[in-house]
């Protein structure tokens, strides 16, 4: 049988077609996959990421766990998955304290990664409001008062923070400076320890997300003295913005998202995308998610960049005026 230049050209490249598909395509997930928190476990982003890994581990078919690594302000978790295969099997789930602490420790010359260069964003996967607290024990209903109780008393206030260099100590420093007031700062490895201090009354001030301090808010146990959104969050509708109280520089939108190795492949960082944000916008989760305070969002990659690098132009002058050493 004689077979013609033209087919046999054609067959060559049907199967050259082939042997060109990237067989990592087909095979994700080849194993399980990881999820990198940088901060101990109980805070609001080990609880997203918890109950993103449960319905991403249900739809993928592979187990999805989570992995806390905290300390240095988030920088050795983040670092673990920059340095990670780029493979998509390690994932980061950050917070408002990624832009701020990779630049207060690239300030520093301290960063062992470069955020610039070094990961891909999959999803923003949920908005969550920012909120200063505070002791009940302090005699002031929001933060304009605690500026004026400062001012007017020599007290000995302590603010605490998720780390060196985190949004809370960025805000801590900025409202210090705002209301020229003094505070000492505290560092803690995370939420979960920070908010332990904070009820105990050793220290006095405080602040995270807002699903990590809810239900005390809500039972009295901490009060809140603003919030750092644009506007009033429905779930403290009484409680008034940072704006409201003249302190516009410490206006900041809250979120929580996910990235991955630099160069993982573009269908891969597509199928994570897909996978997390079908995640938060079940009907479960996205209940829980409300009930928490948080909002379901489910963005593409190029809107977690973008905000990571807003946020990072935001407050790089101010991080850089006020020198603080990450």
């Known amino acids: 049988m004689r077979i013609s230049r033209r087919n046999l050209n054609l067959g060559l490249a049907a199967t050259l077609g082939t042997w060109a598909l990237p ?21 609001t982003t080990d609880i997203v990421a918890r109950l993103i890994a449960q319905r991403m581990s249900e739809s993928m078919g592979v187990a999805v766990t989570v992995d806390n690594r905290g300390g240095a302000g988030g920088a050795i978790g983040a670092d673990a ?7 998509g099997h390690t ?25 610039d260069t070094d990961f891909a964003g999959v999803s923003i996967s949920v908005y969550v409001p920012f909120v200063l607290t505070a002791n009940p024990s302090v005699p002031a209903k929001d933060l304009r008062e605690l500026a004026q109780l400062l001012r007017s008393q020599k007290l000995s206030y302590n603010y605490g923070s998720t ?6 100590h960025v805000l801590g420093e900025a409202f210090k400076r705002e209301a020229k007031v003094d505070m000492e700062h505290i560092a803690f490895k995370g939420a979960a320890p920070l908010k332990q ?16 301090s809810l239900a005390e808010l809500r039972s009295g146990t901490l009060k809140a003295l603003a919030t750092t959104a644009s506007k009033r969050i429905a779930t403290l ?46 009907p479960e989760v996205a209940k829980r998610l409300a009930e928490l305070g948080a909002e379901a ?27 603080i050493d990450a």
């Open 23 to 43: 067989s990592w395509s087909q095979s994700f997930p080849s194993k399980p996959i990881r999820i990198i928190v940088p901060f101990p476990a109980g805070g």
């Open 297 to 323: 969002v489910g963005s593409n990659g190029a809107a977690q960049e973008e905000m990571l690098r807003r946020q990072m132009d935001q407050f790089r002058p101010i991080i850089k005026d006020m020198k």
């Open 197 to 212: 201090e904070l009820l105990a009354g050793r220290i006095q001030i405080g602040g995270d997300q807002l699903s990590s």
């Open 237 to 282: 509708p009484d409680v008034p913005t940072v704006r409201e109280l003249g302190f516009a520089g410490l206006e900041l939108e809250g979120w929580n998202g996910l990235f991955v190795a630099a160069k993982t492949p573009r269908e891969i960082v597509e199928r994570l995308q897909r996978e997390s944000a079908a995640a938060v916008r079940h």
């Open 81 to 87: 998955v920059a340095k990670s295969a780029p493979d």
């Open 163 to 168: 780390g060196p260099g985190s949004a809370m």
């Open 91 to 115: 994932l980061l789930m950050h917070n408002i304290t990624f832009p701020m602490s990779s630049v207060s420790q690239t300030l520093a010359g301290r960063s062992p990664f470069n955020v």
